[in-house]
């Protein structure tokens, strides 16, 4: 086979027989035993892909495939896929086994994909480079002494390598786009509500989305309309017939919160990517507009609040009792501190910032003012979305204000490493869908490192970003 | 946070500290409060507690009606210590 396109072209090629659906799967096998030594994208590569292309291989020849029947994926190691190993990258999940399938891995087996194996993430999704792993440090593939970005680098690293065609990664903060953007591939974080949560490992719960990690937008689209739509098992989510249609582009409007963008700490040559890509799509034919969003520069200090409260309560179940690894003590307490102590250091710290800030005498300094800014910067996106007058489409915004840095550079900063979401974190706050798209490379010590060019759209109109992503990508 | 508070809250937070990482989290918390701080400049007040109208969440129910579960022998399986069936867990009351 050339080298994979599109999941819409290899599906063609599967049903015209110009490959098998074992020979696609070898390939990304043979390729991961070449490469992953060095890259460390896969915590585990799974034994029955063999057994499972065959029998996608076999529902093809009876004409039941659908287009992504075959396709294999790589799945990020807190989603849950029944008999198999989940560890969330944690010490203290090291053996567990999902008794269960997450909606997402149902639905997906259901259409007969070939999963992969699980790939490396930052331990419980916490952090932006995947050096948090309580396993392995994931690598850059354009540049090995980089990281990924994170927290789903093993998926972003896995899928611009080309290990696999198509990943699943979370997305709390910036989990999906910002390592997409690092590693140069395509990062969906659909609307809160529009993918099923059920089978993801918490982290903050009015925050996470699973997303896909893919070559280009048309797959993107392809994996998020599988995956979208209502589930009795996460209450949040919305019928499918709810999310917009897109009628074709024209008339599209882009806003740019230029005032947020021209800042002290975004790199320059990031800047002026992001400015000729402005430009671009201004010749495409969108209209551009520059549009203000007041309370956003809050967005990332109110996520630090909001975020770190949530993974206190949804870290509270890991305590050694009712499943996971388990440190024996004297007495009960004991156990709980000892097993609780194998979280790694950044898992540690954000479980006691979280109950600080929800503590009695701090909760409204903290987690009540945060919770302020959240309904502050929704009105912020709400006006710019509707206005009556000045009505923008969907919002431009650099993926991230740096290009993958060093391993080992923001490790010991804690804000350091924060401010890596500075521009991911508001599409998670308001709950909006957002995407970044592979948009050039700035040249680091001679290696080019790619750039990503993120959209963010009203509620439910994922259409959209797939609209202008399409175009953008020409 | 004071290293007096570091151990409060990480004792709540059921975390075994050493002396080294009580040192390095000081640190840590000095800069991450600082950061988070700048919230403050924010004027206005929404009540978390009695707000329901965050953008598109809303409140979902349903009836308190027993649905399919796991069977329990594929929970007691992931059980760490297990006696006759039961979780096993240390004896919480003292005599």
Redesign the interface.
Known sequence: MKEFQTIKKTHKDLLDRRISVLELCDLYIERIKDKDGEISAFLEVFDDVKDRASEAQKCIDEGKATVLTGIPIAVKDNILIKDRKVSAASALLKD??A??DSTVAEKLKKEKVVFLGRTNMDEFAMGASTEKSAFAVTRNPNDHTRVPGGSSGGSAAAVSAGLAPVALGSDTGGSVRQPASFCGCVGLKP???SVSRFGLIAMGS?LDQIGPLTKNVSDSEVVFDLLSGKD?LD??TYEKSVFGEDKGAGHTTIGVPWHLIEQDGVDKDVLENFKNNVSKLEKEGYKIREIELP?LK?TL??Y??LVQAEI?SNMARF????????VE?K???E????T??L?G?EV??R???G???L?AGYYD????????????A?SDF?KVFTDAKKKVDAVAFPTSPVPAFKIGERNE???QM?MADVFTVPANI??IPAISIPAGNVEREGRKLPVGFQLMAP?KREDTLFSIGRSFEK | ?KRE??KH??E??????TPE?EI??EA??K??LS????????S?????TT?TT????RN?T?NDKA?DV?PSK??T?????IESGY?A????LQQ
Do not use: C
Not at chain 1, 319 to 326: A, C, F, L, M, S
Not at chain 1, 335 to 338: L, V
Not at chain 1, 365 to 376: E, G, H, P, Q, S
């Open positions: 567990f086994i008794p269960y609307t809160y509500g009015s009795p209450s949040t309370h809050y200090s109110a630090y609040v206190s305590d050694g009792i009712r499943y996971g690894t388990k003590g007495d009960l307490l156990e709980y501190m000892k609780r102590s979280f250091k540690k710290r479980i006691m910032a109950n600080y800030v503590s300094t903290y987690y009540n003012k945060a919770y302020t800014v959240r309904r502050f929704i709400e900063d804690p804000v924060y308001a709950g509620w | 946070m508070e570091i809250v990480a709540l937070s059921r975390i075994e500290l990482e390095a989290l840590d918390f800069k991450i950061y988070i701080d700048q919230i403050q400049e924010v206005g007040f929404v009540d978390a707000d965050v953008g598109e969440l979902v349903r649905e796991l594929e929970v399986e992931l059980f760490p210590k979780l867990v240390k004896k919480v």
